[in-house]
């Protein structure tokens, strides 16, 4: 009886291939403009944004979840229900730059690490971990337990998220693009922040509010640190 062969994904772009081959994940092959025409690529990748650069890889590794509270100051971005890949992608790209422990997702109804988010990560994920859960409340009772603080980011929350202490072993929970934090998830959070917004727009798009509680939490922990 013959074994099944191993699966495996397409990835697209400059950044993000060349990103894959420094990272975890091997690269099995990559087809430039060199080697096929324009459609065939466009064809192989499943969109037309491959920048003339698509590769085969192996399945993205995702992390344990575990792992990404070990640390005593580990900085961790949850997502609860985010279904957009360019939207997880972003996140990805700013939670890889500030340096944070990992970015957790729920195992359904949201969005994977497709070769849509590596592109939209600019090859983020292939350094950082993300690990996907069952349930996203349990995970952040898991991470109480591990002695994180979480932060949930909510529109209309009376604590600004600059007052909010962002140092030492944090989860950072964002919502849906549509429906915020859901209710047990909300409620799971030790903290609700909110960004203050000046302009007419009532909102931040999920991955605009992260890089800014991302950064904020840098800042923090930079000058904490001085």
């Known amino acids: 009886m013959a074994r099944d062969r191993p699966r495996k994904e397409v990835i697209y772009g400059r950044r993000p291939v060349a990103e894959a081959q420094r990272g975890r994940r091997r690269v099995h092959r990559v087809w430039t403009l060199d080697d096929l025409p324009t459609p065939e690529l466009t064809r192989l990748a499943g969109s037309p944004d491959h920048q003339g650069v698509v590769a085969e890889v192996d399945p ?5 979840s575990r792992e990404l509270l070990k640390h005593p100051d580990a900085l961790v971005v949850a997502l609860d229900q985010v279904q957009d890949p360019r939207n997880l992608g972003a996140v990805c790209r700013s939670a890889e730059a500030v340096g ?12 994977a690490v497709t070769a849509a988010a590596a592109k939209a990560s600019a090859g983020a994920v292939e350094h950082l971990r993300v690990a996907r859960v069952p349930n996203l409340a349990d995970w952040l009772a898991v991470a109480k337990d591990a002695g994180a603080w979480i932060h949930g980011a909510e529109s209309g929350a009376p604590t600004p998220y600059a007052s909010a202490d962002l140092t030492g072993k944090v989860v950072l929970v964002l919502g849906s693009e549509g429906g915020g934090l859901r209710r047990r998830v909300a409620q799971s959070c030790d903290l609700l922040v909110s960004i203050p917004l000046r302009g007419r727009v009532g909102s931040l798009n999920v991955s605009a509010a992260a890089a800014v509680l ?11 640190n001085r």
């Open 214 to 224: 991302l950064f904020e939490a840098a800042r923090q922990r930079a000058a904490g």
């Open 100 to 111: 944070a422990a990992g970015v957790v997702i729920p195992s359904r109804r949201s969005a």
């Open 60 to 64: 993205y590794p995702y992390a344990d």
